[in-house]
């Protein structure tokens, strides 16, 4: 029996991961990764870089600070390196004499930059104000959930699809599916019915330097293409994630707990998700559904209902 691991199963070849079972273990949350490190990783590498708990304390903050902003990750590999890499300097500034000995040392998020350097990502966040032509969707990405802000722009050409960002085949595929869903709807939208011959579409995914593919951006590029072609504003601080059909169905997705934690870490209030995801509801954390309102919808006129104002 050969027992094997991935991040990404997509990456298997596919004759190979059709002789697999595969079990899909989830990313890690915030708060689980705050938790292993707090009660476990800090202890481990304070004992192994011969120091104390009387020499050094991590700050819950510190931790927090770590993980938003100094990795991105599904696991915590990265999250114990670098706590083991600011335990190191301070056990070596204990050796140099450089610190007192029997001061104790508070690791802060105001003085991590200290040990680690500047911050090396940067937060999701919301944007400043209702936009027309971007949408926020959710993608699931190899390190975890992700708010991803899709833009379209419709120009005066003769009807060419420009499809820019890291997205993969799934996403592109997505992109053309809407455009066609659109342009059999267009009366009802009051959309021009010959835009698809007088505009030139461009639809940007912004932050391309994680690679983003999987059938769950259809919902969002629709919503971003409407709002562009009508010119209403899409509602800031509503997110989305679906597949869709060429009849506007909205069908289901995976990575649901990573996306509404990341739509939870931006302050997203309302998160649309596909009616057949609603029974994965139960997995979410406790916290996020206290905090985020979910709406389940199996057609896209649902969100587009909703979200543009």
């Known amino acids: 029996m050969f027992i094997a691991t991935a991040n990404d199963k997509y990456s298997i070849p596919a ?18 990764k705050f938790n292993i490190a707090k009660n476990h990783l800090v202890s481990k590498q304070i004992k192994l870089n011969a ?44 050796l140099d ?21 500047p911050r090396k990502f940067k937060a999701n966040k919301l944007l400043d104000k209702n936009e027309i032509g971007i949408a926020t969707g959710l993608a699931w990405t190899s390190v975890g959930g992700e708010v991803m802000h899709i833009e379209v722009s419709a120009l005066s050409g003769s009807g060419k699809i420009e499809l ?13 599916t809407a455009i066609s869903y659109v ?3 267009s009366k009802d ?21 994680i690679p983003k593919d999987g059938p769950s951006a259809g919902v969002t590029i629709c919503t971003a293409l409407v709002s562009e072609l009508t010119k209403k504003p899409v509602k800031k601080d509503i997110a989305m994630t679906g597949e869709i059909t060429l ?33 994965d509801l139960y997995e979410i954390d406790p916290v996020v559904r206290e905090s985020v309102k979910f709406i389940a919808v199996d057609k ?3 969100i587009l209902n909703e979200v543009l104002i």
């Open 15 to 32: 004759p190979l991961l059709d002789r697999m079972e595969i079990i899909d273990i989830t990313s890690y949350t915030e708060n689980e």
């Open 51 to 94: 120091l104390s708990s009387q020499d050094v304390k991590i700050s819950d903050q510190a931790i927090l600070e770590i993980i938003n902003y100094y990795t991105a990750e599904s696991g915590v590999r990265e999250l114990e390196r670098k706590i083991a890499r600011i335990l190191r300097k301070i056990a070596k500034k204990k």
């Open 97 to 117: 004499s450089s610190l007192d000995s029997n001061k104790k040392t508070i690791i802060t998020d105001k003085n991590l930059i200290e040990y680690l350097g």
């Open 164 to 176: 820019t960002g890291n997205l993969g085949d799934v996403m592109k595929e997505s992109a053309r």
């Open 183 to 185: 342009r059999s709807r």
């Open 189 to 209: 939208f009051g959309i021009d019915e010959d835009f698809y011959k007088n505009k030139d579409i461009h639809i940007h995914a912004p932050e391309g330097g």
């Open 247 to 279: 009849r506007g169905r909205v069908l289901p997705i995976g990575g649901l707990k990573e996306k509404t934690m990341a739509a939870y870490n931006t302050g997203v209030k309302t998160v649309f998700i596909p009616k057949e995801n609603e029974p």
């Open 300 to 302: 896209i006129e649902s």
